[in-house]
């Protein structure tokens, strides 16, 4: 029978010889565990899930329809079983605070503490990636906003309302537009559009294609442009 050493030793030969995500932590602790593993987050719904031997299950349920007789807030670490089903829990936290649970569940004999022992350090393994996952999408975010901003500064006014109200017009992040009747609309003419258009795209901040008489496609490629592009303060017009 395997050690607990073994098992650490088995479960962190996993993650190096993969890309450590999610994904990955959960599939090498069902390996480990002989178990399913799941992270639910502090709503109950299920970010990760995969099975033992059955590999990845999408997320996106509710904990509740998977795990009957789950505590309710998942907020403390316990072992229980239901419907013939051994479960334990393990919170996940995220710079001291709860962010979500570690499941796992598996038939047969319930979970001995080795079994616990290596769930708890799962359980801190997947609050380190979800820590290094949010503070990247704050990065993004804010390498966004910095794009979207310095774009911004290149616009005259006139074209600053322009690009206004096109992304008004849009709906969602695409859609088609018709240049010379927004021009009409806001008082500009079409080149001034025009310009901003191509200055948004060559930042990367919108993808434009032209299809003709049918108006101008335009999908959105930065997600912090309607928050940047929201009220701020009235610049002199420098074109």
């Known amino acids: 029978m395997s050690t607990l050493l073994d098992r650490t030793r088995r479960l962190m030969r996993a993650l190096a010889a993969q890309s450590a995500d999610l994904d990955a932590l959960l599939r090498a602790l069902a390996d480990v565990l002989t178990a399913e593993s799941m992270l639910v987050d502090s ?35 316990g072992r229980w079983s239901a419907n013939g089903r051994s479960r334990a829990v393990l919170p996940v936290h995220n710079r001291q605070r709860r962010v979500g649970a570690l499941v796992l569940g598996r038939r047969g004999p319930g979970f001995s503490d ?9 359980a801190y393994l997947a ?23 310095m774009a911004v500064d290149a616009l005259s006014f006139s074209e600053l309302q322009a ?3 096109v992304v008004n017009e849009l709906r969602g992040a695409e859609g088609l537009i018709v240049a010379s009747r927004i021009a009409d609309q806001v008082g500009i003419t079409r080149s001034v559009i025009v310009n901003a258009l191509r200055k948004f795209e060559s930042a990367g901040i919108l993808e434009v294609r032209s299809l003709g008489m049918k108006g101008t496609y335009i999908r959105v490629l930065n997600r912090q442009l309607r928050e940047e592009l929201g009220p701020r303060p009235e610049r002199a017009a420098h074109g």
Not at 43 to 72: C, F, K, M, S, T
Request: proline share 3%; no cysteine; net charge negative.
């Open 43 to 77: 709503e109950g719904r299920i970010l990760g899930r995969q099975g033992h031997g059955n590999g990845h299950v999408e997320g996106g349920a509710a904990v509740a329809d998977l795990i009957p007789g789950a505590p309710g807030d998942l907020e403390e670490a």
């Open 114 to 122: 080795d079994d616990l022992i290596l769930a708890e350090f799962g």
């Open 127 to 149: 609050g380190e990636i979800l820590t290094r996952q949010a503070d990247g999408r704050r990065e993004e975010a804010a390498r966004e906003r910095a794009a979207v901003r």
């Open 163 to 165: 690009v206004k109200s």
